[in-house]
Antibody, heavy 124, light 110 residues
Framework: EVQLLESGGGLVQPGGSLRLSCAAS????????MSWVRQAPGKGLEWVSA????????YYADSVKGRFTISRDNSKNTLYLQMNSLRAEDTAVYYC?????????????????WGQGTLVTVSS | QTVVTQEPSFSVSPGGTVTLTCGLS?????????PSWYQQTPGQAPRTLIY???IRSSGVPDRFSGSILGNKAALTITGAQADDESDYYC??????????FGGGTKLTVL
């Protein structure tokens, strides 16, 4: 059974930093690209970032480019999102998501599994 | 910047059929955009329904189907049930590793 368990959310002041983690199990983690998706309170879903299966390629939404860094440790089956220079508008539930196909194809084909999300609140 | 468009809201009668669409503010959606569809109820994580235009995710009933209709991606729900009342989001792959969500459609079953 595929499981994705996010952690690391919490309250942080504007300008601060936070690192989210996503522990994956139930599939060959190193074979799949992964993504982060967020949802601000009362708003729709927003694609944030993606990373290739090897970790060698990373991709970002314009809204977070230069502030967020996605990474992965395939030896630990864990995905990360380092968030710096946080703003109030970054307040959201952050979801870890597994892509539906292996390799680079997975970057195109969509998500098949989601974690339960972790809440990040940016406020003074 | 290209925007992914969805109907803000839709309603369907129990047992009825509804088709939700996913378009582009400029241009046509094709299979090259690998449209995918997700269902979300309040307070819950999203659930994948369809990816790569028409592939149903594991465990999704065949009442849900995906296609390209004209210049848009489409999600069709047949035999609508009360628990289909949810928010539905589409995603399009824009190239260079970037995906974009539509604004979502709130489906009411009544």
């Amino acid at each position: 059974e595929v499981q994705l368990l996010e952690s690391g959310g919490g309250l942080v002041q504007p300008g601060g930093s936070l690192r989210l983690s996503c522990a994956a199990s139930g599939f060959t983690f190193s074979s799949y690209a992964m993504s982060w998706v967020r949802q601000a309170p009362g708003k729709g879903l927003e694609w944030v970032s993606a990373i290739s299966d090897s970790g060698g390629s990373t991709y970002y939404a314009d809204s977070v480019k230069g502030r967020f860094t996605i990474s992965r440790d395939n030896s630990k089956n864990t995905l990360y999102l380092q968030m710096n220079s946080l703003r109030a508008e970054d307040t959201a539930v952050y979801y870890c998501a597994k892509r539906s196909a292996t390799g680079t194809t997975g970057l195109r084909t969509g998500i098949d599994y989601w974690g339960q999300g972790t809440l990040v609140t940016v406020s003074s | 910047q290209t925007v992914v468009t969805q109907e803000p809201s839709f309603s369907v009668s129990p047992g009825g059929t509804v088709t939700l669409t996913c378009g582009l503010s400029s241009g046509s959606v094709s299979t090259n955009y690998y449209p995918s569809w997700y269902q979300q109820t309040p307070g819950q994580a999203p659930r994948t329904l369809i990816y790569s235009t028409s592939i149903r995710s594991s465990g999704v009933p065949d009442r849900f189907s995906g296609s390209i209709l004209g210049n848009k991606a489409a999600l069709t729900i047949t035999g609508a049930q009360a628990d289909d009342e949810s928010d539905y989001y589409c995603v399009l792959y824009m190239g260079s590793g970037i995906s974009v969500f539509g604004g979502g459609t709130k489906l009411t079953v009544l």
